[in-house]
């Protein structure tokens, strides 16, 4: 079975330009989770997703950030204008009926320059 | 704010060895997991507790929930170098996950 699918797996940027990343969930769950790891912060909570509709976005730093999830099958994360201070490993999880339990993808390194 | 502190942070220890890991909070979550993260990979569900004092065993790793349902400890009988990674507790609380910060084990050959 295929787990949860992200792309792309490290991404370099300039300040100021957008960054789009992606999430393939697992095919069934029907929560979808995104977080951001750094080592000063560890693992934050962005937004949380129940059957495509953004449940919870209060960990979304600021209005730079967004996140949307057209079907059951994709999600996107967006910034725009990326910052220095966004670099971080984005994860995406996704979770079935025992929403507790998360299956991570393996994440974006993301650096902006 | 809903805190999960683990401790210790930082564990290096020789393989053969036992070691306790903590989970604690002031809350209580209607359950618990524990992750494992090794270095360019997400983390990874080894387990959920669920009920107060429950005890889950997985090979070599031992997980206890309080019974108060607002701690838990992870225990490695005869650590192994395989066992080396980020281990990281959440806590749910309704539809929201607390992650704490997680305690770095590394396990020498």
């Known amino acids: 079975d295929a787990g949860v699918i992200q792309s792309p797996r490290h991404e370099v940027t300039e300040m100021g330009q957008e960054v789009t990343l992606r999430c393939k969930p697992i095919?069934?769950?029907?929560?979808l989770f995104w977080y951001r790891q750094t080592m000063m912060r560890g693992l934050e909570l962005l937004i949380y997703?129940?059957?495509?509709?953004?449940?919870?976005d209060s960990g979304m730093p600021e209005d730079r950030f967004s996140a949307k999830m057209p079907n059951a099958s994709f999600s996107t994360l967006k910034i725009q204008p990326s910052e220095p201070r966004d670099s971080a490993v984005y994860f995406c999880?996704?979770?079935?009926?025992?929403?507790?339990?998360?299956?991570f993808g393996p994440g974006t390194r993301l650096t902006v320059t | 704010t809903q805190l999960l502190e683990q401790s210790p942070q930082f564990l290096s220890i020789q393989e053969g060895e036992n070691l306790t890991v903590y989970c604690n909070s002031s809350?209580?979550?209607?359950?618990l997991q524990w992750y494992r993260q090794e270095p360019g990979e997400g983390p990874v569900l080894l387990v959920t507790?669920?009920?107060?004092?429950e005890v889950k065993k997985l090979k070599r790793l031992t997980f206890q929930f309080g019974d108060a349902r607002k701690d838990s400890s992870l225990h490695i009988t005869a650590a192994q170098p395989g066992d080396t990674g980020l281990y990281l507790c959440?806590?749910?609380?309704?539809?929201?996950?607390?992650f704490g910060a997680g305690t770095r084990l590394f396990v020498k050959a």
């Open positions: 999880a996704s979770s079935g009926l025992a929403g507790y339990e998360q299956y």
């Open positions: 095919s069934g769950h029907n929560s």
């Open positions: 997703f129940n059957n495509n509709v953004p449940i919870d």
């Open positions: 809350s209580v979550f209607s359950s």
């Open positions: 507790v669920v009920t107060g004092g």
């Open positions: 959440a806590g749910a609380k309704g539809f929201k996950t607390i």
